[in-house]
């Protein structure tokens, strides 16, 4: 697509359950992010993806996430058992993945997640 | 790991130039130092990358000194519009992992 999709862009969950959110990268982008924002708060990153291989997953909160990509493109963002510090807008972006450092990240608009 | 340190916020005046400048003193020898500027309720977006010496585009320029161990942002002739949040982006050296330091929180008078 023109630009990086994310979906549902605005997300009211129950304390508790699970949530998936999706990101829909730029055609022929082979890394993938993730990234959460909290209210008034800066960018934390969360995973990224090189292909479908996610190299490190050591920004995910805890283990009630994960983050899976399918097929180089689609990834998706699961929260199970959410709690109320998950609300946040998490925010997907994509980028060509080459080596040499000049990545320039494309981001979603961003998915907002309210748990009550 | 990399990381960035820059102002948490800075406020000026319609017309004047701004400048915000980075410190990224782990950054790989190979990696680009990127800009990006975030409004609320949007995702960042790009504003310019370079590696080294002087980068312009049409709506900012940016200054690496020669040993790329921080980088200036700067924004010549401010007006309300630019008023965001301000990012310089590092990248943990070998891998795609993208970290974003504290941001600086521009404020344009008029």
């Known amino acids: 697509g023109a630009g990086v999709s994310q979906s549902p862009s605005n997300k009211v969950t129950e304390k508790g359950k699970d949530v998936e959110l999706r990101c829909d990268p730029i055609s022929g982008h082979t890394a993938l992010y993730w990234y959460r924002q909290s209210l008034g708060q800066g960018l934390e990153f969360l995973i990224y993806?090189?292909?479908?291989?996610?190299?490190?997953k050591s920004g995910l909160p805890s283990d009630r996430f994960s983050a899976e990509r399918t097929g180089g493109s689609v990834s998706t963002l699961t929260i199970q058992r959410t709690q109320q510090e998950d609300s946040a807008v998490y925010l997907c972006?994509?980028?060509?993945?080459?080596?040499?450092?000049?990545?320039?990240?494309?981001f979603g608009a961003g998915s907002r997640l309210t748990v009550l | 790991l990399a990381k960035t340190t820059q102002p948490i916020s800075m406020d000026s005046y319609e017309g004047q130039e701004v400048n915000i400048t980075c410190s990224h003193n782990?950054?790989?020898?190979?990696?680009?130092i990127t800009w990006y500027q975030q409004f609320p309720s949007q995702g960042p977006r790009f504003i310019i990358q370079?590696?080294?010496t002087k980068v312009t585009n049409e709506v900012a320029s940016l200054f690496i000194p020669a040993d790329r161990k921080s980088s200036t942002l700067s924004l010549p002739r401010v007006s309300l519009s630019d008023t965001a949040v301000y990012y310089c982006?590092?990248?943990?050296?070998?891998?795609?992992?993208?970290?974003f330091g504290t941001g600086t929180r521009l404020k344009v008078l008029a």
């Open positions: 370079g590696y080294k």
């Open positions: 972006a994509s980028s060509l993945g080459t080596i040499s450092g000049a990545n320039v990240l494309t």
């Open positions: 993806f090189q292909g479908n291989s996610a190299p490190d």
């Open positions: 782990n950054i790989a020898t190979n990696d680009y």
């Open positions: 982006l590092s990248r943990t050296s070998g891998t795609y992992k993208y970290i």
